[in-house]
T-cell receptor
Framework: AQSVAQPEDQVNVAEGNPLTVKCTYS??????LFWYVQYPNRGLQFLLK??????LVKGSYGFEAEFNKSQTSFHLKKPSALVSDSALYFC?????????????FGQGTELSVKP | EAGVAQSPRYKIIEKRQSVAFWCNPI?????LYWYQQILGQGPKLLIQ????????DSQLPKDRFSAERLKGVDSTLKIQPAKLEDSAVYLC?????????????FGPGTRLTVL
């Protein structure tokens, strides 16, 4: 069975500091991993994905994520946080064999960036 | 490129009433998904269409939920009769081909409150 864990319900960061939002996954075979962001009363907005290749994936708005197969992790990072980054972040996984199938989402991490 | 459109954005109904949600995917996207997002949780797939055929409806409560995608474009999701536990945000997403590496793009969602 596929699963995703986001161990922190909330992450608090000061503006200008680096941020990390953690994600670990469990899947049979190779994983395809995704990060989405959700602003209040909005749908999910795609940030980035890992399919294959370089373990460091760069995405929208200066975000990046590092795939670590041995630790089954896909942490989201940004070198310098902005107040406008405050939102709900979701990690999701799909197994390679699951052609076109559903994404399995974590429960979300609330990121709060203070000035 | 226009995004995924959903309507209505908000709906309040009494339990045992019926409700319908509408989704128009991104033009040219063959795959359409309906997700249910309960407060404090990540989205959970209800049903997936490939063109106008159902690919996965294993988590759709078929005694009360139904969905269709006539002509392989727009889709409607219906709940009849609604229960209190159906209060959630219903998200529609679409992807180009429905392959395992495809990115899903989400609409703004419909927030349903069942009283």
């Amino acid at each position: 069975a596929q699963s995703v864990a986001q161990p922190e319900d909330q992450v608090n960061v000061a503006e200008g500091n680096p941020l990390t939002v953690k994600c670990t996954y469990s899947v049979s075979g190779n994983p395809y991993l995704f990060w989405y962001v959700q602003y209040p009363n909005r749908g999910l907005q795609f940030l980035l994905k890992y399919i294959t290749g370089d373990n460091l994936v760069k995405g929208s708005y200066g975000f990046e994520a590092e795939f670590n197969k041995s630790q089954t992790s896909f942490h989201l990072k940004k070198p310098s946080a902005l107040v406008s980054d405050s939102a709900l972040y979701f990690c999701a996984v799909r197994a390679e064999y699951n052609q076109g199938g559903k994404l399995i989402f974590g429960q979300g991490t609330e990121l709060s960036v203070k000035p | 490129e226009a995004g995924v459109a959903q309507s209505p954005r908000y709906k309040i109904i009494e339990k045992r009433q019926s409700v319908a949600f509408w989704c128009n995917p991104i033009s040219g996207h063959a795959t359409l998904y309906w997700y249910q997002q309960i407060l404090g949780q990540g989205p959970k797939l209800l049903i997936q269409f490939q063109n106008n055929g159902v690919v996965d409806d294993s988590q759709l409560p078929k005694d009360r939920f139904s969905a269709e995608r006539l002509k392989g474009v727009d889709s409607t999701l219906k709940i009849q009769p609604a229960k209190l536990e159906d209060s959630a945000v219903y998200l529609c997403a679409s992807s180009k081909a429905g392959t395992s590496t495809d990115t899903q793009y989400f609409g703004p969602g419909t927030r349903l409150t069942v009283l």
